[in-house]
């Protein structure tokens, strides 16, 4: 048997599988955000802790034998965010989570300071990567910053808790700006650069590789062995890809979580940071990935279902599985700045369009599409990166909507395919890490593809008034940003 624990933004997600890597079953605990500040998100990082601890809490209660049987553990989570501890190993301030937008001009002062910082890390600096977060520490938080022992991601800091390890994957390492990423080490230019040091970093390993032992209290309490391994595991992008048997040069998906992801498998380090295309890491050794980032997919719906006070589900019935055609109404999703194409953390959402005979059916179907136009973004960055994407597997949160599915193949251009599993990628492919450090197998035999469910291919007549509609919808955001 085998553990995959998801460190998301909104909840922590277990999953148990078994020898023939079959889900078993999951657990879940929510999770909350703080926004004390405009454009600032932070959370708790003994939250991640408790949620996940609770998650086994109730695997081991509900499926004890199984649990009994466990022989390695992955860990999979939320990228770039900054969680600082002191000395005791103990958090100094809440963690500033990758959708935080305050260090703007940290950004400029790191690409100032570090003219080589493209061709190393491979990757614009960005407010939501973890480097430009310690430059606004040291500036407005000099006295926390003197304390800084160790930087830790949030599923590094899980694994510390879990095992007494200090220990990050490349994957989740790449995404701080202070990895080597064609090399696959820490650079100790990038870290100078943010007045950091390599004895600030906890020691690196690849994600299928054994990191550390599970605890023996823990161990004890939950039924378990006493030499259960826990893998170096991975972000969750690379996480979902590896659950999604997306391993292959060229292999690629459409994540429509939280954030949305279009990824796509490198057999090398092939960065594109002028179209603010992510250059990563991937879980496997010798493996990269590129990466085009939204920073609010599935997040627009949960908050257009907030503000009118309706479930999503019930916001999507009365639109049934397929529209025939674009909203008259346009919405740009950047409820929390974008990243690709546009690197713009102070950029806003918008609803345009607007008339006094405007339905909320319409509205809820702008939100929809506009994130379907933003992953047309991303995808068309990959594509001028190096070769076109042909087909994606779809999931996320995102992905149980058929509707939303029709609507991306239609705006895309290309098949978009519904897969098992597809809304516990992450924490699945995490599971498959810690089966790979437990066994020694071949990944190739591990992370195999899921079935797929359903597929949907773009309707000629839908797709070309979508292109129109997307045409019109990229003038938005320029006009927008004048304002």
Not at 49 to 76: C, F, K, Y
Request: one cysteine or more.
């Amino acid at each position: 048997m085998y553990l995959g624990m998801d460190i998301g933004t909104s909840g922590v997600k277990a999953v148990l599988t078994n020898a023939s890597g079959a889900i078993v079953a999951t657990a879940a605990r929510e999770l909350v955000l703080s926004h004390p500040a405009p454009l600032w998100s932070e959370q708790d990082p003994d939250a991640w802790v408790d949620a996940a601890i609770g998650a086994v809490d109730d695997l081991a209660a509900s499926h004890p034998r199984e649990v009994a049987q466990l022989r390695g553990i992955g860990l999979s989570g939320q990228m770039h965010g900054a969680t600082l501890l002191g000395t005791d190993g103990r958090p100094l301030r809440p963690a500033i989570l990758w959708n935080d937008g305050r260090s703007h001009a940290e950004c400029i002062e790191l690409e100032r300071r570090c003219p080589s910082l493209h061709a190393i890390a491979g990757n614009l600096a960005m407010p939501g990567f973890t480097a430009p977060k310690l430059l606004w520490v040291a500036r407005h938080e000099p006295q926390i910053f003197e304390r800084v022992a160790k930087v830790l991601l949030p599923k590094a800091y899980v694994r510390y808790r879990l095992t007494g390890e200090m220990v990050e994957d490349m994957s989740d390492a790449a995404g701080t700006l202070w990895l080597d990423v064609g090399q696959r080490r820490w650079s100790a230019l990038l870290l100078h650069a943010t007045g950091l040091d390599l004895h600030h970093m906890p020691r690196l390993v690849e994600g299928s590789e054994v990191s550390a032992i599970l605890a023996p209290e823990l161990a004890q309490r939950w039924g378990m062995a006493k030499d259960v391994v826990v893998a170096g595991g991975a972000g969750d992008c690379a996480a979902s890809a590896i659950g999604l048997g997306a391993i292959a040069p060229g292999d690629a998906f459409l994540s429509l979580g939280t954030s949305g992801v279009v990824f796509r498998v490198t057999d090398r380090f092939a960065p594109a940071p002028a179209s603010a295309v992510h250059a990563f890491c991937h879980a496997l050794p010798g493996m990269w990935h590129q990466m085009g980032v939204m920073l609010s997919a599935a997040a627009s719906l949960a908050w257009l279902s907030g503000v009118m006070e309706t479930p999503a589900a019930a916001l999507l019935a009365p639109l049934g599985e397929r529209v025939d055609g674009p909203s008259p109404v346009k919405f740009l999703p950047y409820l929390d700045g974008e990243r690709t194409p546009h690197n713009d953390a102070a950029a806003s959402g918008a609803f345009v369009g607007l008339r006094g005979a405007t339905g909320r059916g319409q509205i809820v179907q702008a939100v929809l599409e506009g994130v379907a136009f933003a992953a047309r973004d991303n995808l068309a960055a990959l594509s001028a990166a190096s070769a076109p994407i042909a087909e994606v597997d779809l999931v996320g949160g995102g992905s149980r909507s058929p509707l939303w599915a029709q609507i991306c193949a239609d705006v895309l251009g290309i098949p978009v395919h519904r897969v098992e599993e597809g809304e516990v990628g992450a924490a699945l492919g995490a599971a498959r890490l810690g089966r790979l450090a437990a066994t020694g197998e071949v990944p190739a035999e591990v992370c195999t593809r899921p079935r797929r469910l359903a597929s949907f291919v773009p309707r000629a007549a839908t797709a070309s008034a979508y292109d129109d509609a997307y045409r019109r919808w990229r003038d938005l955001y320029p006009a927008l940003k004048e304002l």
